[in-house]
């Protein structure tokens, strides 16, 4: 789905102590840098130069694969802007998922810049410093529509219907002209709180004249425009009024809107609202405070106080719709959770989209759900329970016409999406020389007349892992994912300095191989073996003649011998020799 890693740290020191010259740019001109978020879909990070001074727009995560054992989030490599430090004026936030703000409690301490973003993002943002010990005075709230300045770069945010409340499209004038980046955005003219995206104000960009636009290319295989959020309310009320027993609702925590809608269905269908997992709370509840969801008080019950009230009369609004693995939805359908026990008559609704890459989990859950006697709803068998917030190509043509840039480049999408999109782009006017397909790392410069790419600069993925940020490199992770397969075998022995004998041992260890109190005649035939290899050497082992083979050696190539011939497996084999 996204650009395969690319790290650093493996490279051979040769190359590590070559020192990095950028190739000559003209300071004048506005240089385009994705560290992140273009050629795939995730940690988005936008760098923005011009006269030696640098802007971030975006600052997001990804979420490991099953490639990524042990991994908690991946972030941007931000390696390229260590000697820049300095000169970064400001990171700007579009909008408050966490594909664009989720690595900045890790990269932001590296800057300590102001941070500008509306108040919900910056709400969320405010969670997030709490949390990693932050200083929050660094958090500049603007307004939609009021410009700020943050070195030479004169910025404006511009309101964008997305899945989330308070998104931006972002313009930024500079002495070149002005490029607008939309963020993620559709147009949705039915919003369920009237905020329409600010139309009014990209015509006017665009009658002023619009240098370059970077527009979210992630729907752009989809023909026609986006369906408003209002069209999910039927769905809801359809499914909540049919459902004879207790309703729970799972849909991303940071979608207001969407929550709005099930609490008002629940609400008209006489049903008690719970909030439920951590992030739904925490959300919901900077939600209210800043207005951006109205839930009447006395409708909130807590989850102790399901059992007050008869099943058909509450609704769980639930995080966990993508089958995560540790989510309180995962722990309901297992039967495992202390307060919700669902079956005969319940009802689960799954009001998002089976992210790609999540399918397996998904259905994993669905099946679990079914099995305890439950009924699930979700997109795939009633596609009017989700609507996505992304811009369609209708949309996307929409933006182009309305800005009428320039030049452009697509954004925020696998290299596919941003090829279509640059030739839809192309449809609409843009000239092909004016347009082009950048991905991570490459450092585009564009000035009144052209636009190219210069170099590809240092980039790629850090995987964060418990309080290591950086640590685990390919090497490490090559190791994970050997271990998580084949698990590990460990030997011990004793051996004599001189003569190689074996003196004790050897003694064997597995984990994650064969289950050792089961299976003690492999054990002691496996122990046979390693006994055997160091008694005879290294003859017939398959070694070349000139090296130089210890008691380790051998026992590691006995294990290697054994398992392959036995099983057919391959095990990490971690020799542990003693020598006297
Ligand atoms: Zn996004
Ligand atoms: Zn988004």
């Not at 790629?460 to 640590?471: A, I, L, S, T």
């Not at 050997?482 to 004793?494: C, P």
């Amino acid at each position: 789905m996204s650009a395969p890693p690319e790290s650093r740290q493996i490279d051979d020191d040769q190359e590590q102590e070559e020192v990095y010259v950028p190739v000559p740019h003209n300071p004048e001109a506005l240089q385009i840098l994705p560290l992140g978020g273009l050629g795939e879909i995730g940690m988005n990070l936008m760098v923005y130069e011009t006269r030696g001074k640098l802007l971030l727009v975006d600052c997001g995560l990804t979420f490991p694969s099953h490639e990524n054992p042990g991994v908690d989030v991946i972030i941007p490599d931000i390696s390229y802007l260590q000697e820049r430090k300095d000169d970064v004026v400001g990171i700007v936030l579009t909008h408050g998922h966490e594909d664009h703000i989720g690595a900045l409690p890790f990269i932001w301490p590296e800057f300590k810049c102001p941070v500008f973003g509306t108040s919900f993002t910056l709400g969320l943002v405010g969670l997030k410093f709490q949390e990693h010990k932050l200083d929050a005075n660094y958090l500049r709230e603007v307004r939609h529509r009021e410009g700020f300045q943050a070195g030479p770069f004169n910025l404006t945010l511009y309101y964008m219907t997305h899945s989330i409340v308070d998104a931006s499209a972002l313009a930024i004038r500079t002495h070149l002209g002005t490029v607008i980046h939309t963020g993620d955005f559709k147009f949705d003219h039915t919003p369920i709180d009237g905020r329409i995206s600010d139309l009014f104000s990209m015509a006017k960009l665009g009658e002023e004249g619009v240098l370059c636009l970077l527009s979210d290319s992630t729907n752009v295989t989809h023909t026609g425009s986006a369906l408003s959020e209002q069209s999910v309310r039927p769905a809801l009320d359809e499914v909540m009024g049919r459902a004879k027993g207790l309703v729970v609702t799972a849909t991303f925590s940071s979608n207001i809107l969407r929550i709005q809608q099930i609490v008002d269905s629940a609400v008209a269908h006489g049903r008690k609202v719970v909030l439920n997992g951590r992030s739904m709370e925490s959300n919901v509840s900077v939600a209210r405070e800043l207005g951006f969801i109205k839930i009447p008080p006395e409708s909130l019950i807590t989850v102790k106080q399901v059992k007050e009230h008869a099943r058909d009369k509450v609704c769980i609004v639930s995080t966990g719709s993508q089958g995560e693995p540790n989510s309180s939805l995962m722990r309901i359908a297992h039967g495992e959770h202390k307060e919700i026990k669902l079956g005969q008559d319940d009802m689960v609704i799954l009001s998002s989209k089976f992210i790609p890459g999540n399918e397996g989990a998904i259905w994993g859950l669905i099946n679990l759900l079914y099995d305890a006697g439950v009924d699930v709803v979700h997109e795939k068998d009633m596609p009017s329970i989700h609507v996505s917030g992304h811009a369609p190509q209708d949309d996307l043509k929409m933006m182009l016409a309305l800005t009428r840039p320039e030049f452009f480049i697509p954004l925020h999408g696998e290299p596919r999406h941003l090829h279509l999109h640059r030739r839809l782009a192309i449809s609409m006017g843009v000239k092909d020389h004016k347009t082009l397909v950048a991905e991570n790392g490459d450092r585009v410069e564009l000035d009144a007349e052209s636009v190219r790419i210069l170099e590809r600069v240092a980039h790629g993925r850090v995987f964060v892992d418990g309080k290591g940020v950086g640590d685990i490199c390919d090497i490490v992770m090559r190791d994970r994912r050997h271990l998580s397969q084949d698990g590990m075998v460990a030997v011990v022995m004793v051996v004599e300095k001189d003569t190689g004998k074996l003196l004790e041992g050897p003694e064997i260890l597995t984990r994650g191989v064969i289950h050792e109190d089961e299976n003690p005649i492999f054990l002691d035939e496996m122990r046979q073996a390693v006994a055997e290899a160091i008694k005879i050497g290294p003859k017939g082992m398959d070694f070349n003649e000139d090296e130089e083979v210890g008691a380790n050696d051998l026992a590691v190539r006995a294990i290697r011998r054994f398992f392959k011939k036995r099983l057919g497996r391959r095990p990490v084999v971690l020799p542990m020799v003693m020598e006297m």
